[in-house]
């Protein structure tokens, strides 16, 4: 993608969206954490069900320790991986209340310290929860960057710091949510939906696929 249709790339998207968000459903910083943690290798949607569930009955780190891994798990079970989920999601609620009084750290270090939380589970909390320009760089976005050209690289580290230096500074907080968007409803894995993408204008992928 030419550095020149960046910008036009992102304005459209905006257009388009204005105001993106998360798909995952939390009312709390801890609740946006926890479901983060929940949501590796597994849907939104999925998510989205069960914590409907958990949350109005331990929403808190403190009312999660107090639920138990069994009953946590009870909660949780629909979701996969959820007995290791569980676990560090237990572990991680022990360091919150202990190490800093049940609130959810602020700092990349503090975030990715605790179990089961990754560089992009921290950069989703950082962006969402308090409006850090990171880019949490999924299977989509991983997908999005390189079959566009926006950002290629060969590991998601990579794609991250290609977009941290090529996104125009007054997209970078919305980017990733729009870029993930884009990859899950329009520039899918197995047959883009070209024709109906906004952005296919400025994107590098070719031949674009015709509609059906």
Known sequence: ???RDIETFFATLQAANPQPNTELEY????ELLAAVLLSAQATDVGVNKATRR??????TPQ???DLGLDGLEGYIKTIGLYPTKAKNLLATCRILVEQHGGQVPRTREALEALPGVGRKTANVVLNVAFGQPTMAVDTHIFRVSNRTGLAPGKNPLEVEKRLLARVPPAYLVDAHHWLILLGRYVCQARKPRCWECVVAPYCDYLPKTPAP
Do not use: D
């Open 1 to 3: 993608m030419k550095p």
């Open 27 to 30: 009312t709390t910083v801890f």
């Open 54 to 59: 958990l949350f109005p009955v331990a929403g």
């Open 63 to 65: 009312a999660l320790l």
